[in-house]
């Protein structure tokens, strides 16, 4: 399996069909980005009372990034690798930006209930 390298970032080699392509310091950056929007929103929260800081709060730190994370990286498998032109690639990209709030909700809901604060 030998790939055309466009660009200075190495691709991933993999045999399964749908994660063909996938350049993969591009897909770390992407979940990356996608893990520091809702971990820099929850630190500005924190920052803003941190007399109410308590060490119950680590856990909702921790998952709801993660979510972000998981968001962050199928967006960039939607607009980027799966439907990289045409109409479709704007579908592609709205679904994965619900999906990204979607994860990041249930990133918080796993969170909280683990915790015990979801009722």
Same mark, same amino acid.
């Given at each position: 399996?030998?790939? *055309?390298v466009?660009?200075?970032?190495? $691709?991933m080699k993999t ?5 063909? %392509?996938?350049?993969t *310091?591009?897909?770390? !950056?992407a979940?990356l #980005?996608g893990?520091?929007?809702?971990f820099?929103w929850?630190m500005f929260? $924190? /920052?803003v *009372? ?13 998952? $709801?990034?993660? &979510?972000g /994370?998981?968001g %962050?990286?199928?967006?960039?498998l939607m607009?980027? #690798?799966w439907?990289? @032109? %045409? &109409?479709?690639?704007?579908?592609a $990209?709205?679904? @994965?930006?619900? /999906?990204?709030?979607? &994860?990041?909700?249930? &990133?918080a ?5 683990? !915790?015990?604060?979801?009722?």
């Amino acid at each position: 399996m030998k790939y *055309k390298v466009l660009s200075k970032h190495k $691709i991933m080699k993999t045999s399964i069909e749908f994660l063909k %392509g996938i350049q993969t *310091k591009s897909a770390a !950056v992407a979940a990356l #980005i996608g893990a520091c929007i809702p971990f820099s929103w929850l630190m500005f929260l $924190i /920052l803003v *009372k941190s007399e109410d800081f308590e060490s119950w709060m680590y856990i909702p730190l921790t998952f $709801i990034p993660l &979510g972000g /994370l998981f968001g %962050g990286l199928f967006f960039y498998l939607m607009g980027f #690798i799966w439907f990289p @032109s %045409g &109409g479709r690639k704007l579908a592609a $990209i709205s679904f @994965s930006t619900l /999906l990204y709030f979607v &994860g990041i909700w249930l &990133g918080a809901v796993f969170a909280f209930s683990l !915790v015990g604060l979801w009722d």
